[in-house]
């Protein structure tokens, strides 16, 4: 699997928001296979830019893609929470992208065990330094935890019915991939193929994806620790793919817009989030699920 024939998400409407056109410092927090990051490079050769993904591989992959630019770009191998961290010029920052969740190259690389309909190794893991996989909360993790997640990350419904069987399942047989995991959930959810209806598998998967990944651990935090790092003007763009994320960067950017105590941080751009048009959901099925949100410094 490589990164050939990637499609950005909402990247018109990313290039506008961000008004990339101005001279400065862009960081992209979610490179992937540097899709957005490139059309920054390619239309506007006064821009540089930072670019963080916790997976190697799909930095290697970017790097590779980006080579045309690589007197403007530093990429780093880290989680993009350290950002506000780094001794960087933040002043010199223009905008700001977070691409949440999983890249293509991820969920198509069936080795990865990121989707359910690929046979492949329960992993999941974003970081392949990460010690925890999905194989080790299915066969590890307590009934109670195992709820926990499935409510509070899958939003599935019988939570605890659903850890309840996977602890009976675990007890008799070690369940070692992908699709043995669907066939357990499609068993116990009495799973019929219908025209409109979500597999039960996909929000089992996203579930164990965000803990794993701790894909919501901090987030609101690090929106608040980064806009009060920026220069004024500059613009933090997020796109989310699921309504726990959406509802975090929703919130952190109201709570800086119109804070308790009167000192707004942002103003808000997109009163409601921005999502892709028919034809880009025609073109890229993927991206129908999209949100865009932004603000600008004040
Ligand atoms: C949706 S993809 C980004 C796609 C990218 N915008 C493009 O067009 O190629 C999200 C990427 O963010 C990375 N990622 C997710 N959480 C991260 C984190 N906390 N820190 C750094 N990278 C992260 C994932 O590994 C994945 O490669």
């Known amino acids: 699997m490589n990164g050939n024939g990637h499609v950005p998400v909402l990247i018109q409407e990313v290039l506008d928001y961000l008004d990339i056109t101005r001279k400065g410092l862009y960081i992209d927090c979610t490179l992937g296979l540097g ?3 490139l059309e920054i490079l390619k239309r506007n050769p006064q821009a540089s830019l930072i670019g963080f993904d916790i997976d190697e591989k799909s930095l290697l992959e970017a790097k590779k893609r980006m080579g045309l630019y690589s007197d403007r770009i530093s990429l780093l191998h880290s989680d993009f929470r350290y950002l506000p961290d ?4 933040f002043q010199k920052v223009k905008g700001i992208l977070l691409d949440l969740g999983l890249s293509s190259y991820q969920l198509d690389s069936p080795e990865r065990g990121f989707s359910y309909s690929l046979e492949g190794p329960l992993d999941m893991r974003m970081d392949l330094r990460n010690k925890i996989t999905a194989f080790k909360i299915i066969h590890k993790y307590s009934e109670y935890r195992l709820a926990q997640i499935f409510r509070d990350f899958g939003e599935i419904r019988p939570a605890k019915r659903l850890a309840r069987e996977i602890v009976s399942r675990r007890k008799a047989t070690r369940i070692e991939t992908t699709t043995e995991l669907r066939r357990i959930i499609e068993e116990i959810f009495r799973w019929r193929p219908q025209k409109g209806k979500i597999h039960p598998a996909a929000k089992v998967f996203q579930a164990l994806r965000i803990e794993i990944n701790q894909e919501l651990k901090g987030l609101s935090e690090f929106l608040e620790r980064i806009t009060k790092k920026l220069p ?3 613009r ?3 796109i989310s793919f699921h309504s726990l994320e959406d509802r975090i960067i929703k919130h952190t950017f109201l709570n800086l817009a119109a804070p308790e105590d009167y000192r ?3 103003k ?3 009163k409601k989030p921005v ?4 034809d880009e959901i025609a073109f890229n099925f993927r991206s129908r699920s999209a949100k865009l949100r932004v603000a600008e410094r004040i």
């Open 35 to 37: 899709g957005h990051s």
């Open 86 to 89: 780094l001794r960087i010029d």
């Open 232 to 234: 004024k003007k500059s």
């Open 236 to 238: 933090i763009a997020a």
């Open 264 to 266: 707004p941080f942002l």
């Open 268 to 270: 808000i751009l997109t």
């Open 275 to 278: 999502i892709p048009s028919e």
